[in-house]
T-cell receptor
Framework: KNEVEQSPQNLTAQEGEFITINCSYS?????LHWLQQHPGGGIVSLFM???GKKKHGRLIATINIQEKHSSLHITASHPRDSAVYIC??????????????FGKGTKLSVIP | NAGVTQTPKFQVLKTGQSMTLQCAQD?????MSWYRQDPGMGLRLIHY???????DQGEVPNGYNVSRSTTEDFPLRLLSAAPSQTSVYFC?????????????FGPGTRLTVT
């Protein structure tokens, strides 16, 4: 089973700061997912990537397959970015595979 | 599209009671799954389905049953509720079972068993 580790567990930032959340995994994967969960809210998929880099607005996700590591960056952070960010990986092949294994999440608080 | 819907949003049960958590999706997704989320732990897979009539166990299936009679619906049944089943439950779906695809999550059901 893949082990997914996230760091830091908790992060407090001032509004406007550049934020990095890290994710590492133990076994080769088919894809890595970054998810966002607001307090008391549902879970939204931010990115799915298997190589390189993706950007959406102020969010950037990168992955290094050789290092088994991914980072989620938030530029010009804003209080509305306060949420739990969850890293998850899929691995496998064939029908019924590609189950998600989740990290425990990083709780981000952005202070005005 | 409504996406993935779950009912109820909140539920309190007494130990030994049974109930069904409802999940539906209108995106014609093949794959549906149920997760539970507990403090300090990552989401854990309870059961999943790769299509109508086909279900399988995940990491933590004990105490739960599922069925998939249609593509749209994937209910989760608690047979005899226990305090250890106090959790937030998320239903999710994705287009294909054969590849990595973006997953869509429902809003969650917060269950308390007393």
């Amino acid at each position: 089973k893949n082990e997914v580790e996230q760091s830091p567990q908790n992060l407090t930032a001032q509004e406007g700061e550049f934020i990095t959340i890290n994710c590492s995994y133990s076994v080769g994967i088919s894809a890595l997912h970054w998810l966002q969960q607001h307090p008391g809210g549902g879970i939204v998929s931010l990115f799915m990537l298997s190589s390189g880099k993706k950007k959406h607005g102020r969010l950037i996700a990168t992955i290094n397959i050789q290092e088994k590591h991914s980072s989620l960056h938030i530029t010009a952070s804003h209080p509305r970015d306060s949420a739990v960010y969850i890293c998850a990986v899929t691995q496998g092949s064939g029908a019924g595979s590609y189950q998600l294994t989740f990290g425990k999440g990083t709780k981000l608080s952005v202070i005005p | 599209n409504a996406g993935v819907t779950q009912t109820p949003k909140f539920q309190v049960l007494k130990t030994g009671q049974s109930m069904t958590l409802q999940c539906a999706q209108d995106m014609n997704h093949e794959y549906m799954s149920w997760y539970r989320q507990d403090p300090g732990m990552g989401l854990r897979l309870i059961h999943y389905s790769v299509g109508a009539g086909i279900t399988d166990q995940g990491e933590v299936p004990n105490g739960y049953n599922v069925s998939r009679s249609t593509t749209e619906d994937f209910p989760l049944r608690l047979l005899s509720a226990a305090p250890s089943q106090t959790s937030v439950y998320f239903c999710a779906s994705r287009y294909s079972t054969h590849q990595s695809h973006e997953q869509y999550f429902g809003p969650g059901t917060r269950l308390t068993v007393t």
